[in-house]
């Protein structure tokens, strides 16, 4: 079993910056980070790999969002940037612990999630 805390998110202005943290209790292969707007279905917003640091975006935030971890922490971190209103949503953690994976974007393919922050953008 893996804990995951997030945190980091809270209420900014359009066009302003956020860094989230999500800490996991143990080590991970894949950490991930979606987001759910009100009222709207769960989305990948980005993954990071434990090897070489490979990542992926959504379209959505190409360009504004850059991903990193610290594996001797165990600490993965997304630092938003230009955020606008439609990013307003509830972040989630999650990570993959199999040493084999297919799309880092479909949320079946995580192991573990955290409890969620909120990120409000306010126009």
């Known amino acids: 079993q893996v804990q995951l805390v997030e945190s980091g998110g809270g209420l900014v202005q359009a066009g302003g910056s956020l860094r989230l943290s999500c800490e996991a209790s143990g080590r991970t292969y894949v950490m991930g980070w979606f987001r759910q707007p009100p009222g709207k279905e769960r989305e990948f917003v980005a993954a990071?790999?434990?090897?070489?640091?490979?990542?992926n975006f959504a379209d959505s935030v190409k360009g504004r969002f850059t991903i990193s971890r610290d594996n001797a922490k165990n600490t993965m971190y997304l630092y938003m940037n230009s955020l606008k209103p439609e990013d307003t949503a509830a972040y989630y953690c999650?990570?993959?612990?199999?040493?084999?994976?297919?799309?880092?974007?479909?949320?079946?393919?995580?192991?573990?999630w955290g409890q969620g922050t909120q990120v409000t953008v306010s126009s």
């Open positions: 990071i790999s434990n090897v070489g640091g490979t990542t």
């Open positions: 999650a990570v993959i612990m199999k040493t084999i994976w297919f799309d880092v974007r479909r949320s079946s393919e995580y192991d573990y």
